[in-house]
């Protein structure tokens, strides 16, 4: 059966890894009004890192309605020697996610043998301070989505530069029925040429909006303005 990890208090850790050790997936909550702290201090990683097998799925959701403040998260690219086809998603759920740095998400190819990775943000909030890192190796597949389970998240980006491409460009879905992409920095920003269902832009500076495409609601907040060309406005919209 599945592994279930409830946070019940305030607590601080130096990291947490969800393993291969096992084909079932795994649930972490935090409950209401309790904060889980993965951080550096005392030598520690500040890391939440789900690793891919190297040839069974692997799967794990931050839920709750609490808090998650962390350094950083990492999903697949742990293991490079494949023996099957497979995927490694991490699903949040959870109320608060709040990632000072970045945000990981590598596919891995070996020969015929591939690991797709996911983000998926069904419901709740997440930050980012700051990239979005992803890693599509040929042949494997790397996905970020806004477009699954209650399809309500809210995800803020207030880093100078929200998405990396290390190699390949991943898939990108932020059109989920209710789903809010913020690029908030106090600074410019590369607003990711993709369709949003609603997209706000806040804080200042100029965002390079060029390519993008909005369904539901576009909102400017703050003094920030836009540069290149403006947002387009999709049919459902």
């Known amino acids: ?19 291969t050790n096992s084909a079932n997936a795994a649930t972490l909550t935090v409950n209401t009004e309790k904060t889980l702290i993965v951080t550096t201090v005392g030598g520690g990683t500040g890391a939440i890192i789900l690793q891919n097998a190297a040839g069974a799925n692997t799967a794990a959701t931050l839920a709750g309605a ?3 403040n962390c350094d950083s998260i ?24 709040s990632i000072s740095g970045n945000l990981n998400i590598n596919g891995e190819d070996d020969a015929a043998d591939d690991n797709n990775a996911t983000f998926a943000l069904a ?16 042949g494997s597949v790397v996905t970020i989505t806004l477009n699954t389970g209650d399809e309500t998240g809210t995800l803020t980006l207030s880093g100078s530069t929200p998405f990396t491409n290390v190699v390949g460009p991943p898939t990108c879905d ?26 706000t832009l806040s804080g200042s500076g100029a965002k ?3 390519g993008a495409t909005v369904n ?3 909102s400017m907040q703050g003094t920030a303005t836009t540069t290149g060309t403006s947002p387009t406005y999709g049919a459902s919209a």
């Open 174 to 199: 932020a059109n989920g029925t209710n789903a809010t992409v913020i690029y908030s920095r106090a600074g410019a920003q590369t607003v990711r040429a993709v369709t949003y269902r609603n997209l």
């Open 74 to 97: 990492t999903v697949g690219g742990t293991t490079t020697n494949l023996s099957a086809d497979s995927t490694t998603i991490l699903t949040s759920t959870i109320s608060t996610l």
């Open 1 to 19: 059966s599945p592994f279930t990890v409830t946070v019940t208090t305030d607590v601080t850790v130096r990291s947490i890894t969800f393993s």
């Open 216 to 218: 539901g609601t576009l």
């Open 66 to 68: 609490g808090t998650i």
């Open 123 to 138: 419901s709740g909030s997440v930050s980012v301070g700051g990239t979005i890192n992803t890693d599509e190796e040929s």
């Open 208 to 210: 390079t909006a060029t």
